[in-house]
């Protein structure tokens, strides 16, 4: 009989329209592609180069560089970024100090002067008596008739026509390095030493409106601007970083493989790819019959994973619940005692992605519309006691008869990550909660204890939580996956930065399974991925066992990984290679 691997495509249609239903695959994931494309290697002509502090000017699809060359002379070069050419700009006013687009012109700042320049011609069109206090760079902007310049903790204020000064605006931020234009009448006020925080800052009620932080080197933020709402652009020949940025629920994401699902509420970003491969390697200790293996395979598509290409071993029988959970059912011939085999049996093109979800503040919870469509997943059981004092205690506590899902996720996301990893013994809810540690099982048992008692369906997740710089994976971790009405099934991860945060996660897990309870109904005795079929559960004494998943990453990026939680390399199982036990 032939055992290699073999090629097949299998509808079960029953599980996939079920699944569908349920939210298990969502296939309308919008690739969101850059404005602009960015160059991988920039340089300016005849080795002229940029000071840190001096933001370029952004207008029209052209960024505009002040540059100075070793005989310390100064030029202005544009730089077309759809035609990524350069085009040196006649300028002989001396140094620039700080300029900004105003009205379909250019207002550029030296040292004794304000001019006004044509941006297409490069005519000087005014010439004012605007002397700066330094011959420092200084961010400035025009708005709603006024020209405002940055100073230190104030904003100096002048007529835009007569330049007659203002009173100053007193900043809200302390060591604010650089103003920029944003929406309407707000300007963004951007320093690099608490963080790299951005407020945006109304200057006609002088209030910060939002604050975020910007993932990125410090030094880059000086050398940002807003192309658009939510399109911020990072163009910085000092530190080589150069792209576009995605402003999404408050928060910065880069736009490298990023994509948004369609209805906008969600996205997924910074892919990594591998080829995966399942090899189960098997020793005889007596002769064996032809034996049957069920093989749990990873999900073929979430929110957070993809899987093409696949290829199974032959003869096996695929199957596929209404969750998404897919199994294989693999037939071995027969064996001689002291005979191994070392058979490939699944291999598949895996993509994996960090994901964030957009929460509708407003939404409450519904008990009765989950109880009718998700009553496995509101069900008690011994590992949460939803009526345990404990547990109704603790939820108590916390929720404070808060009705909206984001209030009731963020609390409990805050409160159990806040619980001291430590390897556990597969405890109950309250038995976690007075002791205050856990393992990741443990943590997931609590979060689904407090979130079921409330009406909001939950359920653990069998998953691999990945060293990305390793070529196998070990299965050791669980987290836990909760229904919202509109978004679907959304990740609850405690471990994993950013910990606190409902829905978003950015450990990139590779997700084997999704189940009501710790049971997985065709693997007993473990949380294990592969186990003789139980009518042949009889010869496993015959037969020694190891399934080794193997991954070879495509295109690696070699980031280091973020606060994965300990490996427990001490387990017994997963360093006999006898089966691979998930924490």
């Known amino acids: 009989m032939k055992q290699w691997i073999l090629g097949f495509f299998l509808l079960v249609v029953g599980g996939v329209v079920s699944a569908k239903e349920k939210g298990e695959f969502v296939s309308d994931w919008i690739p969101v592609s850059p404005t602009f494309s960015t160059p991988t290697d920039f340089s300016f002509p005849e080795s002229e180069s940029v000071e840190l502090f001096e933001s370029f000017l952004y207008f029209q699809t052209h960024l505009y560089f002040q540059t100075k060359n070793k005989d310390k002379q100064f030029s202005i070069y544009e730089y077309n970024l759809e035609t990524a050419k350069f085009q040196i700009k006649p300028w002989d006013k001396g140094k620039v100090l700080g300029w900004t687009e105003c009205k379909g012109d250019f207002l550029i700042q030296t040292k004794r002067k304000l001019y006004g320049v044509n941006p297409h011609t490069w005519e000087i069109k005014k010439d004012l008596d605007l002397p700066a206090n330094s011959s420092n760079w200084k961010d400035i902007l025009c708005s ?222 519904k008990r009765e519309e989950s109880e009718s469509k998700f009553p496995n997943e509101l069900r008690d059981d011994w590992f949460v006691k939803l009526e345990d004092p404990v547990v109704v205690g603790k939820r108590e506590e916390l929720f404070q008869g808060k009705t909206t899902i984001h209030e009731i996720l963020s609390e409990t996301a805050k409160y159990v990550s806040s619980i001291p990893y430590k390897s556990g013994k597969f405890e109950a809810a309250p038995n976690v909660i007075e002791k205050n540690n856990g393992g990741c099982t443990e943590h997931s048992y609590v979060t689904m204890s407090l979130l079921r008692g409330v009406g909001i369906p939950a359920r653990l997740v069998w998953n691999y939580l990945p060293t990305e710089t390793s070529s196998e994976m070990y299965f050791n971790h669980k987290y836990v996956e909760v229904w919202v009405a509109g978004l679907g099934w959304i990740p609850m991860e405690p471990l994993v930065p950013p910990k606190s945060k409902p829905g978003v996660t950015h450990a990139r897990h590779l997700v084997f399974s999704v189940l009501p309870t710790p049971v997985h109904p065709k693997i007993s005795g473990g949380d294990r991925l592969v186990q003789l079929t139980k009518e042949h559960l009889s010869y496993g004494k015959k037969v020694k066992m190891k399934l080794s998943i193997l991954k070879k990453e495509k295109g690696e990026t070699g980031e280091e990984e973020e606060g994965v939680l300990p490996v427990l390399k001490n387990n017994r199982s997963i360093l006999s290679g006898e089966e691979m036990v998930v924490p």
């Open 144 to 365: 709603e008739g006024r020209l405002v310049r940055l100073d230190k903790d104030d904003l100096e204020v002048f007529d835009l026509e007569t330049l007659e000064e203002k009173p100053k605006i007193r900043l809200p931020m302390k060591s604010v390095q650089r103003i920029v234009k944003g929406s309407k009448d707000e300007i963004l006020l951007i320093s690099s030493f608490s963080g790299n925080t951005i407020q945006s800052f109304s200057l006609l009620d002088t209030q910060t409106k939002r604050e975020w932080k910007f993932p990125t080197n410090h030094r880059a933020l000086f050398k940002m601007t807003q192309i658009s709402p939510d399109r911020f652009l990072v163009f910085d020949p000092i530190t080589k970083i150069y792209g576009e940025w995605l402003l999404f629920d408050d928060h910065f994401f880069p736009l490298v493989g990023l994509s948004k699902r369609s209805d906008g509420n969600v996205i997924r970003f910074s892919p990594i790819s591998s080829n995966l491969q399942y090899q189960l390697d098997l020793t005889s200790t007596g002769d064996l019959p032809e034996t049957d293996y069920n093989v749990i395979l990873p999900k073929k598509d979430t929110y957070a994973q993809e899987l093409r290409e696949e290829t199974f071993y032959s003869p096996s029988v695929f199957s596929l619940d209404e969750t998404g959970n897919r199994t294989l059912t693999v037939t071995i011939p027969s064996m001689k005692e002291g005979e191994s085999k070392s058979i490939p049996i699944y291999y598949g093109k895996l993509t994996r992605f960090k994901i964030h979800w957009k929460f509708d503040p407003n939404l409450i919870v």
